[in-house]
C-alpha cells in the first residue's frame, strides 16, 4: 500500500489555487485549473490530480504556458466552433468548449468544438461529464507528446490519446474516461516512482525489447491498448485533435520536458442532444432499464457488483467529501517543497 494523507476538499483547491498564482497564473485561471485538479483526486483519479501541480508550475516558469492568457473563439458556424487556447491554461479553454458546445447542441441537436494553440487539459472527464450534467450526450479527446510506440513498432510515436464519453442519467452520470494506450502516463509515471511492475504487454525499453518495469518504460514507450485496435483510435483521436485543429501531433508535440520548439496541443469536443431526436426522459428510462438488465446479470465468481461507469467515481467522490481527499504521502513531501519555494502555505493534513 502506498502511504497517504487526508486533506479537506475546501483546503485543498484554495491551496492548489494560491501556489499556481503564485507560480505566475491570474486568479481566473488558477481557479479553473486547480477545480479540475481537485476534481480528480476526490473522485480518486490521482494521478490526474494535485500530483500535476509540479509539471503546471514549472511549465509556468519556463514560459511554456501563459498563465494570464485567456481562449477565445476564432472562427465558428452554427454547429462548430475553433477555441483558440492562446497558449494558456488548458483547463479554461476546455471549460470554454463545453459552454459553446453546450449551447450550440442546444440549438442545432449536434455540436463540435476543437482546440487549438493550447497546453494540456489534463482530466478529460470533468469536460464530458458536465456535458451530460448539462443534458447532452458529451465526447471529449485530447493529444500530446508521444509516450506510446506504433502496433508493430518500438519508438513512440503517439501520444496516450485518451478520450472521454458521458451520458446524461437519472443519477450520477455515465462517465467513461480511458487512454488509447495500455496504461495512462501518469499511471506508469506513478508506478516508476514507487518502484513498481507492470503487466505483460505494457511496454518496451528504450531498445525496444518488452518489459514490466515501469521505470524502463518511462524511458522506453508505453504500448497501445489492444495492438491494432488501440492503434487505429488512437490515431483517430490524433487527428481530430492535431490536424483539425490546426495543431501538433505525435513527434511534434515536444512535451514540458522538451528544451526545444514545440508545437501547441489540440483537443476536441463533441456534444448531442438527446432532445434533437426524442424525448430525453424516454432516452434516460430506456437507458436505466438497460443498466438495470446489466447490473443483475450473472456476475463473476468474487464479483459483488457489476459497475457502470461513473458510478464508482461518484462513489468515491461523495465518501471523500465526508472523510477528506487522499493524496499521496511522496505527492505530498514534493508539493511541500514547491510551496515553500513560492511561500505558500501547505493546508492542514491527517
Known amino acids: 500500500m502506498r502511504p497517504t494523507v487526508r486533506v479537506e476538499e475546501s483546503g485543498l483547491l484554495r491551496f492548489a489555487e494560491r501556489l499556481l498564482v503564485a507560480a505566475g497564473a491570474s486568479p481566473e485561471n488558477a481557479r479553473a485549473a486547480a477545480e479540475i485538479f481537485v476534481e480528480a483526486d476526490l473522485k480518486g483519479v490521482g494521478p490526474q490530480g494535485v500530483d500535476y501541480l509540479y509539471y503546471v508550475v514549472d511549465s509556468l516558469k519556463r514560459g511554456l504556458i501563459d498563465g494570464r492568457a485567456r481562449p477565445r473563439i476564432a472562427r465558428e458556424t452554427p454547429s462548430t466552433a475553433l477555441i483558440d487556447g492562446q497558449r494558456g491554461f488548458g483547463q479554461p479553454a476546455a471549460l470554454l468548449a463545453v459552454d459553446v458546445a453546450t449551447a450550440k447542441a442546444r440549438a442545432t441537436g449536434s455540436a463540435a468544438v476543437v482546440i487549438g494553440n493550447s497546453t494540456d487539459i489534463f482530466m478529460i472527464g470533468a469536460y464530458a461529464e458536465r456535458l451530460a450534467a448539462n443534458g447532452l450526450i458529451g465526447l471529449v479527446m485530447t493529444s500530446g507528446p508521444p509516450l506510446v510506440h506504433p502496433h508493430g513498432g518500438t519508438e513512440r510515436m503517439m501520444s496516450t490519446n485518451p478520450l472521454a464519453f458521458a451520458f446524461p442519467r437519472a443519477g450520477d452520470p455515465f462517465v467513461h474516461d480511458m487512454a488509447t494506450s ?145 493524496v499521496l504521502s511522496a505527492t505530498w513531501t514534493k508539493l511541500a517543497g514547491y510551496a515553500k519555494d513560492l511561500g505558500v502555505a501547505m493546508p492542514q493534513a491527517r
Open 182 to 326: 495500455a496504461y495512462s502516463s501518469s499511471r506508469v509515471r506513478q508506478a516508476a516512482y514507487h518502484g513498481e511492475q507492470l503487466p505483460p504487454g505494457s511496454g518496451v525499453g528504450a531498445d525496444g525489447a518488452p518489459t514490466t518495469d515501469a521505470a524502463t518504460i518511462r524511458k522506453g514507450a508505453i504500448a497501445p491498448m489492444a495492438e491494432h485496435r488501440g492503434f487505429g483510435l488512437s490515431l483517430a483521436v490524433a487527428l481530430l485533435c492535431g490536424p483539425l485543429s490546426g495543431s501538433g501531433v505525435g513527434p511534434d508535440l515536444g512535451g514540458w520536458q522538451h528544451d526545444g520548439e514545440t508545437e501547441p496541443q489540440g483537443h476536441f469536443v463533441q456534444a448531442w442532444d438527446p432532445a434533437a431526436f426524442g424525448d430525453p426522459a424516454e432516452f434516460i428510462r430506456r437507458s436505466e432499464r438497460y443498466f438495470a438488465q446489466i447490473k443483475n446479470s450473472r456476475k463473476a465468481p468474487g464479483v459483488a457488483e457489476i459497475r457502470i461507469p461513473g458510478e464508482r467515481a461518484a462513489q468515491v467522490r461523495r465518501a471523500q467529501r465526508e472523510d477528506g481527499i487522499e
